[in-house]
C-alpha cells in the first residue's frame, strides 16, 4: 500500500507579512494606505479648525446672494441683480466656449504644422520646426500677452473709425478690428429661418451618410465616388435653395459706429481673441508633435506597398498612413485637449471673464469664501476633465486596433 | 510618496497658518520686521522709489507701525497685493497687516473675518475721461467702455450706478492698476473709475495728464484705511492708535520737527504728555515702551506731513484735504483722546 505522503501543510506565521516577497507587497501598500488616510484625515480636520479659529465656516449660501456685479462677455443673459451661482454660470459658458473653440483650432494648426514639419521641402520642414521649438518652449501666459498687447495696442479705437479717421472696415463695411475686439455682422432670424436652418442641418447629416454609403460602395466593389465634390455640392445647394425659397429669411445687421462706441453686429472681444489664439497656438505645437510621431511611428514599407499597388498618395495617406497613425495620435492629443481646457484658466491676465475670473476671482473676493469657491472651481475643472476623457476615449476606441 | 510628502507639507502649512493666527504681535518682534501688504504700485500711497525704497501715503502708516513696534521705520517688508489677492492674503497671516486703499465695509468687517482699526484716507469712486470725449457728467457715459480693477468695492458701486441711472456700459476687468492705466492709455476702454484719490494719482503719471479730466460725481463713499486680523484686539489696538497718535500729533501740532523736544520733558499740554509718554502709562496698555508714539512720529511726521509730503497739493498728485481735515478744519478727522 502506497502511502501518500502529504506535502508538508503551510503555516502562516505573522513574520511572513514582512519576510515573505508574497505577502511583503501587500504589507506595504496597507500600511502606505493607511498613512496617506491619515494625513488626509489630519488635513480636513486641520482646515476645518483653523477656519472655525478664524471664525469661518463652510457654507455654500452665498452662491444663492446677488453678485452685484457686471459679466461683459454673456453667453445667457447676466445683469448685477442676478445670483453668483448664475455668475458662475456665465463664467462656466465661456470657459467651455474658449476650450471649445481653442480644442478646434489648435487640432486644425496642429496637423498642419505636424505634417508640414515632415514635408521633404526644406524651408517648410524648417519653418514649422522653428515654429513648434518657439510655441513649445516658451510659457503660454507669455503668448497670451503678446497677444493681447498686439490686439490693443496695434489696432485703431473705435473713434478712428469715424469720418475723416485713419482707420475704415474692412470686407465691404462688414467687419471693424478695433483695440476694443472684432466686430463682426450677427444674422438676423426673420420668420421662415428654422426651415434654412433645418435643411442646412440635414444636409450636413447627408454628407456623412453618403461618405458612409461611399465607403461601403467602394469595399464591396472598388468603385469611387467623388465624394469631395458631392459633399461641397450638398453643403451649399440645398440651403441656399432653401434660402432663396424662403424669400431670404436671414439677414445680417453689420456693426456701425455709434456714440463711443461700435453698436449692432457680434463684438468679439479682444481678451477673448487673445486668450483663444494663444491657448490655440502653444497647444498647436504639442499637437504638432503628436502627428508627427503618430505618422513616423508607421512603417515605411506600408507606404511602399501601397505604392506598388498603384494606390494613389492622397488616398494612401487616407486609407493607410492616418487610419494607423491616429491610433497614436489619440491619446496623447486627450492629454493635450485637457490641457489646453486647464490652460484656459490664465483667463485672468486678459481679463476674459471665464469661471476663475467670476467664480474664482470676484464672486470669492467679494463673499470671502475662499475655500468654498475654490472646491467648486476644482470639481468643476475635474467634470469636465473627466467628460473630455470620456468622449475621446471612445473615439479612440473606435479606432484603436481591433483584436478579434 | 511623493503625494504623502506634498501632503505632509499641506499639513504642516496648515498648522503654521493655525498657529499664526493669534498674537501677530510676538511674531512681528521675533521676526524682527512688519509684513505690510500694500498696493502693488499706485503713485502717492505706495511704490518704489528709483532706489527701490517703498514710498507714500500708505507705506508712511506701515513704517509708522514698524517704528512704534520695532523701534526701526525701515524694518518693514512690504508685499504686494492685487485687489483680488489681498483680503486672502491678511485672512492667511501673509502679511501683518493691510494697508492697501482698501474700503471698509460692513460685509469686509464683518464677513470676511477682517477686523478695520480706522480710516486712514476718506475717499470716493469717480470717473476719468479724456478731454476729447466730450462728456461734462459722468450720467452721459451710457455706451462706454470702462476700465475697472476687479474684487473691488468700485466695481460693484459702478454696476450700481449705471442701473440705477439706467445707462449701459461695457466692464473691462482689469488685474492691477498698472493693467488699467496701459489699457485707458491705449484707448481700450473710454473710461477709468476707481477711488478718486488713485485717480489722481495715476493722472499724476501721465505724460500729458491735462489730457484727461476726472469727473464731478462722486458715486460713493470710500473710507480706506489699515485692516488686521479679526480676533487679534492686541494688535488691532496697535494698529489702531499708531494711526491715531499721527492725526492727534497733528492736531496737537506735534511734527517730526519738534517731537523729541517736546518729548524732552513734560509741557504744559497733558493730552501731549500722554501722546508722548512722559505723563501716563498709555504704551503701557497695548504692550508697547512709552516712546512708541515718539518714535512713529520722529519717523514719519504728524498726518498731515504724511499727506503734504506724498499726496499733498504741493506734490504732483496734488490732492486738497478736504473731507481728509482736521475735525477743527472743517475735516472728519477726529482721534479719540489719548487718556
Redesign the interface.
Known sequence: MAEATDPPRETFRLSQLLYDARYRSMTIQVVAAILIMLLLVELVDNTVTNLAALGKDIRFGFLWSTAGYDINQQLIPFTSQDTHARAALVGILNTLVVAALGCILATIIGVLAGVLRLSSNWIVAKIMTFYVEAMRNTPLLIWILIVFAVMTEATPQPREFREGGSASMILWDSVAISNRGVYIPRPIWAEGSGFVVAVFVLSVIGIFVLRHIARKRQQDTGQILPVFRLSLALFFVPTLLAYFLMGRPVTLETPELGGFNFAGGLQIRNSFIALWLALSLYTSAFIAEIVRSGILAISKGQTEAAFALGIQPNRTMQLIILPQALRVIIPPLISQYLNLTKNSSLAIAVGYMDVRSTLGGITINQTGRELEGMLLLGIFYLITSLIISAVMNLYNSSVKLKER | MN??VF??A??VA??A??AS?AATIDDVKARGSLKCGSNEGLAGFAAPDANGVWQGFDVSLCRAIAAAVLGDAQAVEFVPLT??TR??AL?AGEVDVLIRNSTWTF??DT???LDFVGVNYYDGQGFMVRND?GVSSAKE?????VCIQ??TTT??N???F??VNNIS???????TNA?GQQ?YL?????VYTTDISGLAATRATFENAGEHVILPEVVSKEPLGPAV???DSEWGDIVRWTLNALIAAEEYGVTSANVMELAAGPTTNPEINRLLGTEGELGAMIGLDKDWAVRAIAAVGNYGEVFERNIGEATPIGLARGLNAQWTEGGLLYAPPFR
Open positions: 503625494k504623502k501632503l505632509g499641506l499639513t496648515g498648522l497658518a493655525g493666527a485687489s483680488q483680503f486672502t485672512a460685509s469686509r464677513d470676511l473675518k470725449i457715459l451710457d455706451g462706454t467702455t476687479t474684487g466695481e460693484l459702478l454696476a450700481d449705471f442701473r456700459y461695457e466692464p473691462v476687468p482689469v488685474a493693467e489699457q491705449a484707448g481700450a476702454c473710454d486680523r479679526h480676533g
